[in-house]
């Protein structure tokens, strides 16, 4: 079974910088990209950042320019780097990894907690 596992969360003040890991049981080339995504309280879940297999990525229009996402390849982890953080950031993020060259498959992580407040 293929498992992932986010760390990194926390409570910080506004402006502030967190760093999210995922670390995954394979390795991350194993899959057509890797993602992260957000659900806040009432709200819908969104795509924040993704990394394909080539390493082509991708960001929510409100994290561009404050959110990096990478990979280490030989740790088999994904990382969100995250700055400048808002009170409209706050959110369970979770990682995601997509299988399935014809028939898609989501994995997901049990999500990590991020608060931004004074």
């Known amino acids: 079974q293929v498992r992932l596992v986010e760390s990194g969360g926390g409570l910080v003040q506004p402006g502030g910088s967190l760093r999210l890991s995922c670390a995954t049981s394979?390795?991350?080339?194993?899959?057509?990209?890797m993602n992260w995504y957000r659900q806040a309280p009432g709200k819908e879940r969104e795509l924040v950042a993704g990394?394909?297999?080539?390493?082509?990525?991708t960001y929510e229009d409100s994290v561009k320019g404050r959110f990096t996402i990478s990979r280490d390849n030989a740790k088999n982890t994904v990382y969100l780097e995250m700055k400048g953080l808002k009170p409209e950031d706050t959110a369970v993020y979770y990682c995601?990894?997509?299988?399935?060259?014809?028939?898609?498959?989501?994995?997901w992580g049990q999500g990590t907690q991020v608060t931004v407040s004074s």
């Open positions: 394979t390795s991350i080339f194993n899959f057509h990209a």
């Open positions: 990394i394909t297999h080539g390493g082509s990525t």
């Open positions: 995601n990894a997509v299988d399935g060259d014809y028939d898609r498959y989501d994995y």
